[in-house]
């Protein structure tokens, strides 16, 4: 072990040289020998000028002058197939001139790398990155790596400046009409702890305050105590929508399913929050319930397959999160069995709606009932608003 380690403290300068530091090296090493052997000055020349290049490299690399990055994105999210968003590149240079200086932005698993302009000292400069077209996910961009270079450009060595910002990539949606008509379960509605001035669920009388609804005054109240009392209010909720998508990788026969089932449920949850339903989306670990579509997109943006079948699991702990809840959309792709499915769907109640939705690229547009479910077979996103009408009725 302590052979080994010495050998990687020798050969750790090595790895610094660029592809023409290497060759400097070997010319050094090529001249020296052919100097002692032959007794030849003019090879000790250039020996000797090919080692003071990579000293006065090695030197340069001890010196100060690391510069500071800021990464800004101007746009956080996107949707997969839209242009990437710029990200402005904010450099500050150190005390000594750098001299075209190099820099890598990672993008994930890519990287775009740049050529800066002579920057003079403590100078700021800013610089455009143009992102490359990204899938749907979670990209961490950053941080920035500097290639300190000598002026001949002997010896790199990297530096990481700045910190590292999300990019989140949602997938592609659809429109869909199917629930501005409401759901049979959920006519009453679920009280909330949330209070409001309007809704059915009394909760207690208040003082009142400028700007209240004479209407909601209690008058027989108001006049034994004195002072105007308004009712006060639980907030009911219109409805709840759980869906819920298949994240096992043996569901899925290809990759484009699994992102094909993502667009298809993240357009049946926004479409429900739109409608004011209390959504709860899941896929996996990644869980969204929320009545607002930016929850919506974000949890959708971190889906991912798994290797180990986790559905029935999944559907175990949304009926613990979920009461009362008036359709249940689950997500799968063409090789699960519809007897998992129909488990899982025991779960969460036969009191709700049930519909399953199949992301299969290679199949038929097909809406059949199997039992005490309703199966849609979505071949591409396209489709979707018209087997949901379909599937709804």
Not at 19 to 48: C, K
Not at 115 to 132: D, I, N, Q
Not at 220 to 241: D, M, P
Request: hydrophobic share 45%; with cysteine; aromatic share 4%.
């Amino acid at each position: 072990m302590s052979e080994r380690a010495g050998a990687t403290r020798w050969l750790a300068p090595l790895r610094l040289l660029t592809p023409l530091g290497r060759g400097v090296l070997a010319t050094a090493v090529v001249a020296t020998v052919l100097a002692v052997r032959l007794n030849w000055q003019e090879f000790a020349l250039v020996a000797a000028v090919a080692l003071g290049l990579l000293l006065v490299a090695l030197a340069w690399q001890v010196l100060p002058g690391a510069p500071a990055a800021t990464l800004v994105l101007k746009q956080q999210r996107t949707v997969v197939g839209a242009p990437p968003p710029d990200v402005l590149l904010v450099v500050e240079a150190g005390p000594l001139p750098m001299l075209f200086p190099r820099v890598v932005v990672p993008v994930g698993s890519r990287s775009v790398r740049l050529r800066l302009p002579f920057l003079r000292p403590f100078s700021r400069h800013e610089e455009a990155v143009a992102l490359p077209e990204l899938p749907r996910g979670v990209h961490v961009v950053g941080p920035v790596t500097y290639e300190k270079t000598d002026p001949v450009g002997l010896v790199s060595r990297p530096h990481a400046v700045g910190e590292a910002i999300e990019l989140l990539v949602s997938p592609q949606v659809t429109d869909v009409d199917v629930f501005a008509g409401g759901l049979s379960n959920d006519l009453d509605g679920a009280t909330s702890r949330q209070l409001s001035m309007s809704d059915l669920a009394f909760h207690a009388l208040r003082e009142y305050v400028p700007g209240d609804d004479l209407r909601h005054v209690h008058w027989r109240s108001s006049a034994k105590a004195g002072q105007l009392l308004v009712r006060q209010f639980h907030e009911t909720r219109r409805g709840h929508v759980t869906v819920l998508v298949d994240c096992a990788r043996s569901s899925y026969p290809r990759l484009r399913d699994f992102e094909l089932a993502t667009s298809v449920a993240t357009s049946i949850a926004l479409r429900s929050v739109r409608d004011d339903f209390d959504t709860y989306l899941r896929c996996g670990p990644h869980v969204a319930h929320s009545r607002h579509p930016v929850a919506m997109t974000d949890a959708a943006c971190r889906f991912a397959l798994e290797d180990d079948d986790g559905h029935l699991a999944q559907a175990m702990d949304a009926a613990g999160a979920v009461a009362g809840t008036g359709l249940v959309v689950q997500v799968t792709g063409a090789a699960r069995a519809i007897a998992d499915l129909d488990a899982a769907a025991a779960q969460l109640g036969r009191g709700a709606d049930w519909i399953v939705v199949r992301a299969d690229s290679e199949g038929k547009t097909l809406v059949r009932d199997s039992g005490s479910l309703r199966e849609l077979s979505v071949p591409d996103l396209a489709r979707l608003h018209e087997l949901m009408a379909r599937g709804m009725r």
